[in-house]
């Protein structure tokens, strides 16, 4: 009873988004095959004003895709040496690798870069292989496709952020947006950066927690109910992370009010779990946690706990690109002290983290200039 009770628990947001993607289950059966797939990304991160590449891939799935386009549709002020390649022909069951050489050409904080594809429907080998696979809904799914056009356009997105502070990074934990002004230490400068979740909610990452402190009663109640929970396709890890990742967003919220006995007791409650998940995310999230606290100490006036403890975050995982913004912190915190030197040393270290860390580039000039 007590498992079949932390399982319908556990499974009702994975049947939650089940329900939202599949409002109509009957529909979903006369949808015609997929015939080709379609997929677009950036070889590199894009920085301003250089050259960077989008490979587009498209896959033959029925049939053979024969005189095909690719065309970009770029953001404003964006070029491509090509727009528009050509595709003579892809064999059913293989691919076709397309490259575009693209150049940015301004700051977007919401930016996309559109993939249209130009394609001649195989309906032959389509209505074929409806007749082979699908003898029930044949003869609707035929008529669907030969109402068809002799060519459609199928899209694919490329998602982006380009900020003026940084250029560009993906919106994910490996962008830090956030900078605490009130410790500026001169005018023309921002203050050092910081994490802050811009998805979970201070309810959500309470509810994160608790839910993780139950289970973990009841793992310790039950020594088989671990594996137990594998088995039926639940992350023990990723409910942990969804745990830590709670009290960082306690954290900081704590920390932005000014209570910084509360933050610091979010900070304490993180270093004193033995935790070992091995994954990009838990990384980034030590990192932060290390970063939040200097910062902590560095509002309260304590500087020498503060520069130890970003230092104790760089020297964590010193080849992380998250050390960017710690380095920078580091070097903002020495020159709040006078110690100009140091601060350009440290800001010269950030930069070859990413040298398309704009905000960095401003103020190691403005630095260098004084």
């Known amino acids: 009873m007590q498992m079949r009770r932390l399982m319908s628990i556990l499974l009702l947001p ?22 080709f797939r379609l997929s677009a990304k950036m070889t590199t991160a894009p920085e301003m004003g250089k050259d960077i590449s989008v490979k587009v891939s498209l896959h033959a799935i029925v049939g053979n895709l024969v005189d095909s386009s690719v065309r970009l549709v770029l953001p404003e002020n964006w070029k491509a040496e090509k727009e528009t390649l050509q595709v003579a022909f892809i064999k059913e069951g293989t691919s076709s690798e397309l490259l ?18 130009l394609l001649a429907v195989p ?35 490329i998602a982006f952020a380009m900020f003026a502070e940084e250029s560009f990074y993906p919106l994910s934990a490996d962008m830090w947006l956030s900078y605490d002004d009130k410790l500026s230490p001169e005018e023309g400068f921002r203050g050092p950066a910081y994490f802050e979740d811009p998805v979970v909610a201070p309810h959500q ?47 900081v919220k704590a920390y932005q009010k000014r209570m910084f006995a509360e933050a610091d007791g979010f900070i304490s409650q993180f270093e004193a779990q033995d935790v070992q998940l091995k994954s990009p995310a838990f990384e980034n999230l030590k990192i932060a946690f290390a970063n939040l606290k200097g910062l902590l100490y ?21 080849k992380h690109p998250l050390q960017r913004y710690v380095l920078r912190n580091i070097g903002l915190l020495m020159l709040a002290g006078h110690d100009r030197q140091t601060a350009g040393q440290m800001l010269d270290l950030a930069l070859q983290f990413k040298q398309g860390y704009t905000l960095l580039e401003k103020e190691t000039r403005l630095i260098g200039n004084n």
């Not at 575009?100 to 594809?117: D, K, Y």
């Not at 029930?136 to 694919?156: D, F, G, N, V």
């Not at 560095?298 to 010193?318: C, H, I, M, V």
């Open 100 to 117: 575009f050489n693209v150049t940015p050409g301004s700051c977007l904080a919401q930016g996309v870069i559109v993939v249209e594809a």
């Open 205 to 251: 990452a309470q509810t994160d927690i608790e839910m993780f402190d139950k289970l973990q009663n009841y793992m310790k109640s039950d020594p088989q109910l671990a594996a137990k929970l594998v088995e039926s396709g639940i992350d023990i890890d990723n409910k942990r992370h969804d745990q830590l990742n709670g009290l960082y967003v306690l954290a």
């Open 14 to 35: 994975v049947l939650a988004v089940f329900i939202m993607l599949s409002p109509d289950l009957d529909a979903a059966t006369t949808q015609v095959p997929e015939w």
């Open 298 to 318: 560095w509002a309260q006036g304590q500087t020498r706990l503060a520069e130890d403890a970003l230092k104790k975050a760089f020297y964590s995982n010193r």
């Open 123 to 157: 309906k032959d080998e389509l209505t074929a292989k409806i007749a082979r696979d699908f003898s029930e809904s044949a003869a609707e799914m035929t008529a669907s496709i030969k109402a068809w056009p002799p060519q459609t356009k199928r899209y694919a997105d």
